[in-house]
């Protein structure tokens, strides 16, 4: 999980997002009429606190930071660049890449409704799965808008409350087949023709796709072009998109979509300050793991163990292990101290065991000699020193 | 947060410190006859899930971590060291120091009942206020053992199930006035005789603190024997601790403890693994914060937003715009691209109220002769140089 932290937070550095957090237990209302009507009726974590008031544990953080931009919308200098990182509650089943309980990563840049912050944020996207490991063969970012799918939908003669249902059919669509799918549409009250239109829009989208060409232009100036797909199924389940809407996906492995956003134009406005349009998006410590394992990049982790143990080797001599092992300490080296009356032999099977190179040694002898035996685990050597050459050689190994 | 984050964590990994994490949402009956009984009966948040299971937002960790070591004590090697840094919810009234969400630092050895061990812990928190400012003249940890008292109270002919509610009376005794506490004394049962002793015990505790010599020999080779003083009047209020207690207290301002733990012995065991000794203590972030503010050590924290601004002169420029940001966060510069098409007038301001230092401008000029006008903000001075001088010239700012 630190190495997932750090990843992205470095790729945050360098595109000047600053961290923020909220709280992870809100009012219930937050949600209402913004989330999705999925999260709030089947997946919520809900409690009532000791006023009765009905909380939530946080499914998403954009409620919140759009609540915290209105409130402060008067002192920020627009447009501001936000990234969290902190928990998410979502009742679902289980599996690989989700969990009830998961961390999630959200970028957001508000206050600006310029195709520049749309590419900027695909960008940071794109740089998150590449500092991973991820390449052109490993992972796609599909890119859509929710209003050139409305414009779609206007030529072809939807009516307007027919936007919001043909887009969620259409967010079904990989995942049941042709006839099904085709049902759904027809539920939606579409006609033949329009089903047809649909279907054909999804099967060949290389007409609908030249509307991404401004886009498309700058990804190419970022030099990432390469990773990203106009993808007209690609429709977002959050009820708050307007726009621009997005999603990375595995080309290896996991199904689940590895991250996923989108515009919204009018959240903040919701929360009573004046319009600022946002952009953001989302990712989980989950999905991650399962895409640095299917793509075959998991670190050699370093481990935050220490490098030495300092054996005692009784009660006489404990005040010098003591003393030792504050001297390390104090010489930037992590250091564990032995804390049992064990034999020096039990001493040693516990770094072996817990893979600690290096132990010193302090007995009568080296006491008296005011130096200590070094010994190297891996190496099955040892030396006498004094301490002050140990402390050099630790730090250098 | 991640100033306080970071400091704990580097005193964590230099007494070799393992970091964990469990759930924050656990079964509601973890907690019952672990955790204090005003926690569980005041302090709780409960919800229900959908299978109407008790659930409770861990109100601290250490339950969740004896379970955990109990589960794998066939596989680690003892003695452990583990941290852990989370959220924890106590419905307690939010006040200086004290929210009802928070996050808490916790630290435990399991696995020893050595002395040593007490010891190590002891250090590591007196290295963390240390690290963060602290100063024999700004805090102080007291120490106890609730074992040593219950053999004092033996000693003047209290029964055992008079130990635990004397214990809670004595945990009360600086927030009362004399004759409530003598008053909480007589309904535990005692005698006069009795209630002077303990009082006694309270006022001038110099015999009782020969217990402690042992200890304070090893406080004096870790070299925070200055630090550290015996208290019989703390006695901590977690129900699980068996031996030996501690808190630190501020010496100014905040009167809320910095950070408390103890001894327990009957906990891992409590979860169907063999008998092991833990010893642990724990800080929150919100009384660490204030403790630094109190002190005055607030550091001069180094800002995470990025140092330059690329500018955007038009839409003709914008691609040579987004290449020049590819290309100093290419070189590990942290840095913005300005995103709306506004005049460089309004860009320069945002910048200036972001106290972003440097503005890279590339105007047609600019453009034409393949440089760029490298603004720095504070000195109101600019120059025009070719990208890579500036590349060099940020950086080394």
Redesign the interface.
Known sequence: ??YLIDTVKSV????????Y?G???EPLELYVGKTSKEILEEQA???K??NDQALM?RPEITPSLARMVAAKAQEL?F?I?YFNYG?R?R?EAPQKGRNR?FYQYDFD?IG?D?L??D??LL?VAVEILKELGGTQDTFVVYINSRSEMNAFFASIGLREDQYRPVLQAIDKRDKVDDEVFINLLVKCGLTTDQTREITQLLAEPDDYKKNFEPIM??AQ???IQDYIQVNPMITRGLDYYTGFVFEAKSKIGLTRSLLGGGRYDNLVASFGARPLSGVGFATSDTVLEEFVKDINKVPDLQ????PVLVT?FDQSL??LS??TA?LL?RA??????????DTLQKQLK?AD??NIPWVLIIGPEEAKNQNVVLKNMPASSQQICILEDAVGIIKNS
């Open positions: 999980m630190n945050a550095a360098l595109y000047g997002f600053e961290q957090d709280p992870v237990v974590f809900t409690l606190d000791r544990l200098t447009p660049r928990l509650y009742y309980e840049i600006s310029s520049l912050a590419i900027e960008s232009q700058l100036a970022y030099g481990t935050t163990q220490a005692v404990q005040k003591i003393e504050a300490r930037g080296i992590k250091t564990e101290l032995y804390m049992n009356m516990y065991k817990k």
